[in-house]
Structures are given as structure tokens and as C-alpha cells.
């Protein structure tokens, strides 16, 4: 016979912990992706030179990685390109020990 303990729903803890690595797992994935977009989006903007009384300089440098950064970011954000789902997948496929 089945302990009545079994037939219980899954405890509220266990729910959350669950819930957590998801969310984790899809911080993870979509902050990959930003990275890889930015990493592919560096060499675009590298080639464009500032001209003019206020393009040029070490800060102009400085400005144009964080400005990629930040597009890539919100690239990332409003859906990206894909690479994030498949992310996702590959890390929970890890996680549950299946590949």
C-alpha cells in the first residue's frame, strides 16, 4: 500500500527550487546570448571611424565598446537572434543529467 505521504503534492520548497534553476537557467542563456552578440557586433562598429570637432580620442573608444555592449544587451532582451533557447535547453537538459 502507498503512504499517504506520497499522494501529497509536491511541497511548496521543492516548487521554488525548481522555479529558481529555471529562472537562473534562462538569466544564463540570455546573458550568453548578449555576450555573443556583442562579441559579433564589436568588429561593425571597430570599423566605423569618428570624424568631426567631437569624434576621435581614447574616449570615443571607451563609448563605442559600452554602447555595443548595451545594444547587444537589449538585442538580447527583446528576443535575440535564438541562441538563448537553445541555451536554455542545453542547461536545463544538463542539469536534469540528460544530454
Not at 534553476?21 to 557586433?41: D, G, P, Q, S, W
Not at 541562441?83 to 544530454?99: F, K, M, N, P, T
Request: hydrophobic share 50%.
Amino acid at each position: 500500500m502507498l503512504p499517504l505521504a506520497a499522494l501529497a503534492p509536491a511541497a511548496p520548497a521543492a516548487l521554488s527550487v525548481a522555479g529558481d534553476i529555471h529562472t537562473k537557467a534562462r538569466a544564463a542563456a540570455k546573458e550568453f546570448e548578449a555576450v555573443f552578440l556583442n562579441v559579433m557586433l564589436q568588429p561593425m562598429f571597430s570599423a566605423t571611424k569618428s570624424e568631426g570637432p567631437f569624434g576621435g580620442g581614447p574616449g570615443s573608444e571607451v563609448w563605442r565598446s559600452l554602447l555595443t555592449d548595451e545594444y547587444a544587451k537589449t538585442f538580447a532582451a527583446s528576443g535575440g537572434i535564438g541562441i538563448a533557447d537553445h541555451v536554455y535547453r542545453a542547461l536545463i537538459a544538463a542539469q536534469e543529467g540528460r544530454s
